[in-house]
C-alpha cells in the first residue's frame, strides 16, 4: 500500500479508529500507525476480539496479519474470514526489526535471559546464542516488553520493537537483532463495507476461499481455468474444516480483477467445480510485490536450515 492508496481509503472511509491485536507496541501496532498515521490504534487481547470490534462498529477498520516471511502464514485468520462479514480492502508489508531491550542503565553484561514471543524468540536464535542468554516464552513482544519493565529486573530483556521500548521506557540494548533480513510480515486491511478497486486502474490482487464438489480431480480441474486463462496465481493453501480429516477448504490469492475477461472465464470455471465461492477483497496490490526480485523469493521459501553458530 502506498501513502496515495492509504489517503484514498482515508477520504473514502474517514478512519478514526483502526483496531489491531495485541499490546501496544506490537508489530500490528507499528503498521497501523505507518498506514493511517491520523487514526487512534486501539489494541485488542484476540484476533478474535479483533474481528468482533469491527464487526461491531467500535472501529472503522482492522490491520490483521496474515503471514510472515519466515514463521508463514497466521492460520487463526484463516479460519475467521470466510465466516466473518468483513472485506479485504488493502494490504502493507512491514519489515520486522527486533530489538533487545532492558530497562534504562541495563546492559548486555547485566542480563541473563529474554523474554519474548516464541516466533520471535525463534527468529533471533544467533543473537540470544552469541550471548548466552536463556530464552523465556512470553504471550507476545509488546507484552514482553511491558512485562519487563514493570518487574524493574536488570538480569531480564525482550525482544520487542523500538516502539514498545518507547512506549515501555525501556533502553535498547543492541538493534536489529533479528537472523534473517528479510524478515517481513504482509497485513490485510479489514473494513466492514467492500472497497473494490477499480480494474484497469493499476495492479490488483482478489483474494478467495472455496471447497470443491466431491468429485475426482475437482481441484485439479478447478485450478485448470488460471492457467489457461493465463492468470497467475501467489497463494493457494488448504485447512480442515469442522475438525475433520476430509472436508478442506482453500484459500487463494491471484493477481487480477473480477472483471478482467481472463480473470472471469477463471473464475467461471472455477465456480463449477465449487460447493462454495467466497470472494473476500478485490483491492491494489501493494509496491512491495514489484520490489521483490525472485532471488529474493527463493531465499525467503527456502527450507531453514541448521544454525552453526
Known sequence: MTAETAARLAKTIHPTKVVFQGEPGANSHIACSEVFPQAEAVATATFEDCFAAMEGGEADLGIIPIENSVAGRVADIHHLLPTSSLSIIGEYFLPIHHQLLGLTGSSIQSIGSVQSHIMALGQCRKMIRRLGLKPVIGADTAGSARQIAERGDPSIAAIASGLAAEIYGLQILETNV????????????????????????????????FRVR?????????????????????????????????ASQFYAEIEGHPDDPSVTLALEELGFFCAELKILGVYPASPFRANITEPEINRALRPAQPDKS
Request: charged fraction near 20%; hydrophobic fraction near 40%; glycine fraction near 10%.
Open 178 to 209: 533479528e537472523d534473517e533480513d528479510h524478515n517481513t510480515t504482509r497485513f490485510i486491511i479489514l473494513a466492514r463495507e467492500a472497497l473494490k478497486a477499480e480494474a484497469g486502474n493499476g495492479p490488483v490482487m482478489t483474494s478467495f476461499v
Open 214 to 246: 466431491n468429485v475426482p480431480a475437482a481441484l485439479y480441474k478447478a485450478m485448470g481455468g488460471f492457467a489457461t486463462n493465463g492468470v497467475n496465481m501467489t497463494k493457494l493453501e488448504s485447512y480442515q474444516l469442522e475438525g475433520t480429516f476430509f
